[in-house]
């Protein structure tokens, strides 16, 4: 007898059979719709012929819920108003070459956006302001804010661990203020000054908020002291009758702060632009004879290349400029105003602001937020393609395919943010 060689397929067939036969009630079948990579896969040629496939967007028998019952009659939902707006949002997305509500455009002069700007800013709306008018008017015109969900972190992120670094400059110079004095203090003193504030802040930050675990917390703690060390031991040529602060208010609500160089209550105006503003400073050191004042800006990130000039930084680096026009304001008798950048991460660099140099800063400034609020009042607004995710905390109010989105509709935002492309594509 000879034997013939069976094939895979006509095996498998063979022994489906057998299955088959020896069962007296009922067999179960069940099969992969997808591939491990995500392809669709064809049934077997062993599945019944007579499958009936239930689509996941069939009609139902019996609605599940009220979205249920809309998906499976279309002309019930496209009779409420959510729906149709959804719709025509969609349908404007698509139109190329057409700004429309849905891409920012709205009424000239609206109400609501004079509401936003006639309040009192904060350095963090203004700098919104000038890098996403769009962006301003969803915050600060109809009240938008973006989820932030905390969860226990194996690192602190760049804006927590700024804030850390901030928090530890502040407490250590609070402690050597107004005795022995920040600028006669010896490095023993300051050492000691930001181990105290290390020590507080290490057992404080648990009870407030999300840390990481132990170990990696006390790392964290000691880098930011360590750049706190570093940054404070660039002031070598602090003279000794100078004077002090940090986190410095104004324009802020309820008393006057004490211990502060200025009324606390006082907002601050921005010449030609109507605009008034509030904030706290990092850091102030103003002389004993009260004519020289110093703003310093920390910043723990890394800096750039030394020589570099930092002026506006495309809107980011706008806070020193503001904090210049603050103490101007609020401090008449200053002559000098020095405003520092220093960047705490690596070797601590500083890039300075000052006289002609500063007051140039200034006025282009004033122009730039000028422009910013005539493209809000001309109801002409649009995105802008940000390349900053950080910063860029709205996302999801644009469509998912942003890139190509921005790109679909380049020829009218262009236009619409032309007044400030100048600031956004310079390189200081």
């Known amino acids: 007898r000879r034997l013939h060689p069976v094939g895979v397929a006509e095996r498998d067939r063979r022994h489906f059979e057998v299955i088959q036969a020896h069962t007296h009630e009922q067999l179960v079948l069940s099969r992969s719709l997808r591939n491990?990579?995500?392809?669709?896969?064809?049934?077997?040629?062993?599945?019944?012929?007579?499958?009936?496939?239930?689509?996941?967007?069939?009609?139902?028998?019996?609605a599940f819920s009220e979205a249920d019952r809309l998906l499976a009659r279309p002309r019930d939902a496209g009779q409420l108003a959510h729906v149709r707006q959804s719709q025509l949002c969609w349908r404007n997305w698509q139109r190329p070459s057409i700004l429309t509500p849905h891409d920012g455009l709205s009424g000239a002069n609206h109400p609501a956006i004079e509401r936003a700007l006639t309040r009192v800013q904060s350095t963090t709306s203004l700098q919104r302001l000038l890098r996403d008018p769009l962006g301003f008017v969803w915050r600060y015109a109809l009240g938008w804010r973006s989820v932030r969900f905390q969860s226990d972190p194996l690192q602190l992120g760049a804006a927590s661990f700024g804030e850390l670094v901030h928090e530890l400059i502040s407490g250590a110079i609070i402690a050597l203020e107004p005795t022995p004095g920040f600028a006669r203090a010896s490095a023993d003193e300051i050492e000691a000054a930001i181990a105290d504030a290390s020590t507080a802040i290490l057992h404080a930050w648990p009870l407030q908020r999300s840390v990481p675990p132990p170990i990696l917390w006390r790392h964290t703690v000691s880098e930011a002291a360590r750049r706190t060390a570093r940054g404070l031991a660039a002031d070598d040529q602090v003279r000794s009758d100078t004077r002090s602060w940090t986190e410095v208010p104004f324009g802020q609500r309820g008393g006057a702060g004490e211990g502060a160089p200025w009324d606390t209550t006082i907002t601050v105006p921005i010449e030609q632009t109507g605009l008034v503003f509030g904030g706290r400073m990092d850091r102030l050191d103003i002389r004993a004879t009260g004519d020289g004042a110093r703003i310093t800006d920390y910043k723990s990130a890394k800096p750039p290349p030394r020589h570099q000039r930092i002026a506006l930084g495309q809107g980011r680096e706008l806070q020193r400029v503001l904090y210049a026009i603050a103490v101007r304001a609020l401090l008449p008798e200053v002559r000098t105003v020095v405003a520092r950048l220093v960047y705490?991460?690596?070797?601590?660099?500083?890039?300075?602001?000052?006289?002609?140099?500063?007051?140039?800063?200034?006025?282009?400034?004033?122009?730039?937020?000028?422009?910013?609020?005539?493209?809000?009042?001309?109801?002409?607004?649009?995105?802008?393609?940000?390349?900053?995710?950080?910063?860029?905390?709205?996302?999801?109010?644009?469509?998912?395919?942003?890139?190509?989105?921005?790109?679909?509709?380049?020829?009218?935002?262009?236009?619409?943010?032309?007044?400030?492309?100048?600031?956004?594509?310079a390189s200081t």
Do not use: C
């Open 36 to 62: 491990p990579k995500g392809g669709v896969l064809s049934p077997s040629s062993l599945w019944p012929s007579a499958e009936i496939v239930y689509k996941r967007d069939r009609i139902p028998e019996h």
């Open 344 to 425: 705490l991460a690596d070797d601590p660099a500083i890039f300075e602001l000052k006289g002609d140099e500063l007051d140039a800063v200034v006025g282009e400034a004033a122009g730039y937020l000028s422009a910013a609020m005539t493209i809000l009042r001309s109801g002409r607004i649009a995105p802008r393609w940000e390349q900053d995710a950080d910063y860029d905390d709205m996302r999801l109010a644009l469509p998912a395919d942003r890139e190509t989105y921005l790109r679909r509709k380049a020829s009218e935002f262009r236009p619409a943010n032309q007044p400030l492309n100048k600031l956004w594509s």
